[in-house]
């Protein structure tokens, strides 16, 4: 069979697998596939991602920009329609898709998005909510002053130009930018491998740190921290980073700033109030945020917060009512600043193109004088082709100022001469297009004031001929030059300008304990621990006592019982030493038998519970283990949020711990298994974080039986299993040192060898 393909080169005598295998090369694979991904790489680097150092801008963004030059739409012009402009810049520059386009177009226009925006947008453009713009076809743009300042002197030849991708048009490779827009809007991009942050700050901070580089360029970053304090988002907030980070992040280029929701307390009498929320952080979408608080609300993730409402009109206006009126506003905001985006984290990664589209991370510094050598450029390119218009209008000039001189002998040529022009070269020798230009002059331009407007042309021109070319050659003079345009982009967008304000304030974050806080803002309700002896836990609601009538599993009975609050911690020591945080909220209700207390710890399966108290902020504790050794720490030092607990005490193998109390009196008194009673100051016990401790009472045979602190003042008592108290007397019998045997426990006394011999 023959393919009609086949023909051409069957008619030519030439076979397919001819033509196949003269197309075929052989090339590594490996090789091949990096040399295709590192060119896109390299592109999407240059030509998507990265914005430039020059102007601040991307490819897209720059193209938009000058088409919309092109097409006239200046901010004193009329609005075209944005799918007008979005046609151009793909038609003509940017081949790429209409939404990558309109995209670009619509963040240049969106206030919150762009600290000084480019482009004015007239129709839905989209809002702070997240909610997406209107499609092109619906809304119209037209540039911004500030875009002006981009583009201003591009028709003098400041920059340079190169052919679009099919080679029908002219597009420039940069901006002139006479406004400082890379660090004034800002930028986000990501690349293969590499990506850049930048958010905006503000202008006239800018332009003072340029003015400041111009002068000394030996400017060091922390002073230049001082002209440029920090980020100057669109949307305000607070910045509440240190002043060292924020240093340290633009002497690197990298770095992140904390940004906070703006708020105030509004009082509503009787010792009620609402928090208002005025300013959110940058790129946080409102309707995000609003779910967020929702969710706390309604999941009651914490119990500070009672109520929001998005009460936003064109301004935000988000409104927040406490659970509980006693918490402090500072307070609840510090628990909402953790657990919603109403603080964010904006990151810097100053990566951009330089002069040479080389991407690299800059400083701030290397990033202003980036700037600033663009600008010397730009002024300079300016100012020669100035000259060049000059010296070109001063040689028509002055071959019409012939003309003056023998006005007669002129109009004879013209009148006369086969040749007028070549004759009025020879006659008064002049160039080509100083004759071209006095046989074009009119007869009404003859006149004698014609003639005195030429003449202060000339002298106005010569001046300006010297000034330019001062510039040219005093780089003192271009600095100066400089220094005047940065004064005029202040008084043009500076801080005394609606425009140019400064949105985001600086304030230090207060301390505040959250997790206080948190406890302080739920419910206070008494309740009863129950622990039975096989380890089952329950919550009671309310004070029960020791005679309260609580089911226990067949076989199995009461171990411990303690009386808190609904918002209290509880501190758990194992026999191993390790301590446990958990919250009496998060204890199963008091319905059923409850659940094993070593699952809620994550308690190893070879660990016993040793005991159990009620956290107090300030109180310390006094672990004892079974081979007589024991220490004082403070009840902080068990704060984990470890889910596996800490590991307090250090024990032997052969030893656990066996005591764990409330520090309350000035003497410690220790019992020994062998029934031996010692008694002495509590000050001779270290204070530890955390391990084995000292020797309490020293023994032969057996260990330690209990513990008690009590005061010397008071004397030391003893409860027997009737709940009846005895003192023990002869006290000063018992008194010595620590780490002695001591001396037989009173008559009487427990046989269990306890102090206290009722059930916990």
């Known amino acids: 069979m023959v393919m009609l393909h086949d023909l051409p080169c069957m008619h030519m005598g030439i076979e397919m697998s001819d033509l196949v295998d003269e197309q075929i090369s052989a090339e590594p694979f490996a090789e091949l596939l990096g040399e295709r991904y590192l060119a896109y790489a390299l592109s999407t680097i240059t030509q998507r991602a990265l914005p430039d150092v020059r102007d ?8 938009i920009l000058h088409a919309m030059r092109e097409l006239k739409l200046n901010p004193d012009s009329h609005f075209k329609r944005s799918s007008r402009v979005v046609g151009d810049v793909i038609g003509k520059f940017h081949p790429h898709g209409e939404s990558a386009v309109y995209d670009a177009l619509v963040r240049l226009a969106q206030d919150f998005s762009s600290r000084y925006p480019l482009v004015e947008g007239q129709g839905n ?33 400041t920059v340079e130009f190169r052919d679009n991708y099919d080679g029908t048009e002219r597009e420039p490779v940069v901006l002139p930018a006479a406004f400082p827009n890379l660090l004034a809007n800002g930028s986000n991009g990501i690349a293969v491998g590499m990506a850049t942050s930048i958010p ?26 001082g002209f440029v304090s920090g980020p100057d988002l669109p949307t305000g907030g607070i910045l509440v980073e240190s002043a060292e980070n924020i240093a340290e992040a633009y002497a690197t280029g990298r770095g992140g700033f904390r940004v906070r929701a703006r708020w105030e307390k509004e009082d509503l009498g009787r010792g009620t109030y609402q928090i208002i929320i005025t300013e959110i952080p940058y790129q946080v979408q409102k309707s995000r945020l609003i779910e967020q608080l929702a969710d706390i609300v309604t999941g009651k993730k914490n119990h500070a917060l009672g109520d929001v409402r998005d ?7 988000i409104v927040l009512e406490p659970r509980n009126r006693s918490i402090e506003p500072d307070a609840l905001m510090e628990i909402l600043f953790r657990d919603t985006e109403l603080e964010s984290r904006i990151s810097l990664n100053l990566n951009v193109l330089d002069a040479d589209g080389h991407p690299r991370v800059h400083s701030l510094k290397q990033a202003l004088n980036g700037f600033i050598a663009h600008r010397r450029q730009v002024v300079l390119r300016r100012t020669t082709y100035r000259l060049g218009r000059i010296a070109d209008r001063l040689e028509i000039l002055e071959g019409l100022r012939l003309v003056y001189l023998d006005l007669d002998e002129v109009i004879r ?28 002059t009119r007869l009404r331009s003859l006149r004698k004031l014609e003639e005195e407007k030429m003449v202060a042309e000339i002298a106005k021109l010569e001046a300006e001929r010297l000034d330019l070319e001062e510039i040219v050659a005093d780089s003192s003079r271009l600095d100066r030059v400089l220094t005047q345009e940065f004064d005029e982009t202040i008084d043009a967008f500076g801080k005394s300008t609606n425009l140019g304000r400064r949105r985001t304030s600086f304030q230090d974050a207060p301390v505040v304990n959250l997790e206080e806080v948190l406890r302080s803002a739920q419910s206070s309700d008494p309740v009863t621990i129950v622990l039975s002896q096989q380890g089952w836990v329950r919550l009671f609601k309310g004070h029960l006592d020791g005679q309260a009538d609580v089911k226990f599993k067949e076989g199995d009975g009461l171990d411990l019982m303690r009386q808190a609050r609904s918002n209290d911690r509880l501190v758990a020591i194992s026999q191993q030493g390790r301590a446990f945080i958990i919250d009496a909220d998060q204890l199963p209700a008091g319905r059923g038998f409850g659940e094993p ?10 660990d016993e519970l040793a ?14 283990s079974a081979d007589g050794r024991g220490f004082v720490t403070p009840m902080e030092s068990c704060i984990t949020r470890n889910r596996s607990g800490k590991q307090l005490m250090n024990v032997g193998a052969d030893s656990q711990v066996r005591y764990i109390g409330l520090v309350q009196g000035d003497h410690v008194a220790v019992i020994g298994e062998n029934r031996k009673l010692l008694a002495f100051p509590l000050a001779e016990l270290p204070e530890l974080e955390k391990g084995r401790g000292v020797i309490l009472q020293r023994y032969k045979d057996g260990g330690l039986s209990d513990v008690c602190c009590f005061n010397l003042s008071d004397g030391l008592f003893w409860i027997d299993g009737s709940g009846r108290r005895q003192q023990v007397s002869g006290l000063e019998t018992y008194l010595g040192k620590r780490a002695s045997v001591g001396r037989n426990v009173p008559r009487g006394f427990n046989r269990s060898g306890k102090f206290d011999d009722r059930p916990s």
Do not use: W
């Open 56 to 63: 601040g801008m991307k490819p897209v963004h720059r193209r």
């Open 125 to 157: 453009f989209g809002n702070v909510d997240g909610d997406s713009a209107a499609a092109p076809r619906y809304t119209e743009a037209r540039l911004t002053a500030v875009a002006l300042a981009l583009l201003r002197d591009i028709e003098n030849e």
């Open 200 to 225: 905006p700050h503000n202008a006239e901070e800018l332009c003072l740190a340029l003015k400041a580089l111009v002068k000394d360029p030996a400017l060091s970053d922390e002073k230049l921290v």
């Open 311 to 317: 009460e936003s009109a064109e301004d935000i206006r």
């Open 413 to 440: 040529i013209i009148r006369q001469e086969d040749e007028p022009k070549l004759a009025l070269i020879e006659r008064f020798r002049l160039t080509d297009r100083q004759a071209e230009a006095i046989l074009d």
């Open 597 to 606: 207390l070593r699952l809620l710890l994550n308690m190893a399966a070879d």
């Open 611 to 624: 005991g159990l108290l009620v956290f107090q902020e300030g109180a310390r504790m006094l672990l004892a």
